[in-house]
């Protein structure tokens, strides 16, 4: 039962009874009379479970996009009904406008929608639906909460899709240029053409000149159907937030870009996720739509307050296949956890695959650095600088194990990323 804002005004008016005739029985009087009123209107409201309330499919929506949850409800009386409704849903989903107010005729139906907003990545359910109906005086309502399933599936926001295009045209230009159609190493056989002073002799074809009057050379083009494994650190490290983004946010958005942009050139792409074990995992297949599955796939991953086992997530990488690979991995360049733990096991990869280590860097430790104004601040840049160091340390060990480290904040590591895979594109060493 619920009362409304009519009962405390009933009994506001009894003032009036009581200063015609002031006595204690007159104010009790008017109270037994209220409750009475209440009573009657509680037993003559309609039944809340005289509702049938349906959830339609809500699907999935880019955490931060808007997605709309739709209610539908039945009278399945011919007495009217009217009320209020409210649609429930936990704080991460964002729920607003989601009291609805309810008036149906007999076997009357409603279509009811609540904008929803998330706020973070996952499965975000609803809590329940609460339906008050009034009585026909309106100063009571019956109001019962019934659960009615419902999930909104909140996908990585994927900001980082702006850089597409841009990307998309070099790779279209690289995909074209006649300077890049020379025999080399990682490249694959195009076409025949006649000699011209210049080329290298050893791309001559000696079968097909004995055929012609001419001497003739193979052309060679960047290889397509490439394999790119991306491996996302899930770790505690990843849990550390960069301008109040989460850095396994940002890593996201990063193997996103990628695999978006390699997945058009052509390239096979591999996921893997993990900590101390494996959290998802995910094979292309020539799927066109990766990028949606690979978002699917991401949405349900958070990180671990635990230590990587980086011999657990090579050898998940090792069981995809033999084929030489560009391995990327999402983690922090952290000097701690990559001497301890990384650092033993980037052998037996670099022995067979390519492998670039993308990090996200914090720039509040640049901006730490700069600021010596006080003591304090001198300290804090000492620290800094320190830390900044022990990074640049890391990665020249890294990349005299042959891997190459792209650190960057959040907002340059996706585009920087993708400029590297080009860059490697164009040279021939996938």
């Not at 002031?22 to 309609?46: F, G, M, R």
């Not at 000696?206 to 003739?216: F, K, P």
């Not at 006080?374 to 900044?388: F, K």
């Amino acid at each position: 039962m619920a009362l409304t804002g009519r009962v405390p005004l009933l009994g506001l008016l009894g003032l009036v009874a009581v200063v015609l005739r002031p006595s204690a029985s007159t104010v009790w009087c008017w109270l037994l009379l209220v409750a009475i009123l209440v009573a009657v209107d509680v037993l003559l409201a309609p039944r809340p479970r005289d509702l049938d309330v349906v959830r339609r499919p809500t699907g999935s929506v880019r955490t931060g996009e808007t997605a709309q949850s739709v209610l539908v409800v039945e009278n399945t009386r011919r007495r009217r009904v009217r009320g209020v409704l409210r649609d429930a849903w936990q704080p991460s989903a964002g729920a607003t406008d989601n009291r609805h107010p309810l008036r149906l005729a007999g076997h009357g139906r409603a279509l009811l929608e609540t904008p929803l907003r998330p706020s973070r990545r996952g499965d975000l359910r609803a809590v329940g639906v609460t339906v008050r109906l009034l009585g026909p005086l309106g100063l009571a309502a019956r109001q019962r909460t019934v659960q009615v399933g419902g999930t909104v599936r909140s996908l990585p926001p994927f900001a980082s899709r702006k850089h597409l295009p841009s990307r998309l045209a070099r790779l279209r230009d690289l995909d074209g240029r006649a300077a890049v159609r020379v025999r080399g190493q990682g490249t694959e056989f195009d076409s025949l053409r006649e000699y011209v002073r210049g080329d290298d002799v050893r791309s001559i074809d000696w079968r097909a000149s004995s055929r012609t009057s001419s001497v003739v050379v193979r052309t060679w083009q960047p290889e397509r159907d490439r394999r790119v494994v991306l491996v996302l650190d899930t770790s505690r490290t990843s849990a550390g937030r960069v301008d109040d983004v989460p850095r396994l946010d940002s890593a996201m958005d990063a193997a996103l870009l990628l695999a978006a942009l390699a997945s058009r050139a052509g390239d096979r792409i591999d996921f893997v996720a993990g900590d101390r074990r494996v959290r998802a995992r995910l094979r292309s297949s020539g799927a066109r739509d990766l990028t949606g599955r690979l978002q699917d796939v991401m949405a349900e991953i958070d990180p671990v307050i635990a230590e990587a086992d980086w011999t657990a997530l090579v050898g998940a990488v090792q069981g995809l296949g033999r084929q030489r690979a560009l391995v990327v991995l999402l983690t922090p360049v952290e000097p701690a956890s990559i001497e301890e733990g990384l650092l033993a096991v980037l052998p037996t990869l670099t022995r067979h695959h390519r492998v670039v280590i993308a990090s996200v860097k914090d720039p509040e430790l640049e901006r730490m650095a700069a600021q010596r104004a006080t003591i304090a601040e001198a300290y804090d840049a000492a620290a800094a600088e320190r830390e900044l160091r022990r990074r640049t340390r890391t990665a020249e060990v890294l990349g005299r194990l042959g891997v190459s480290v792209i650190d960057a904040d959040a907002e340059r590591l996706p585009p920087a990323l993708a400029d590297h895979y080009l860059a490697l594109k164009a040279q021939g060493l996938l």
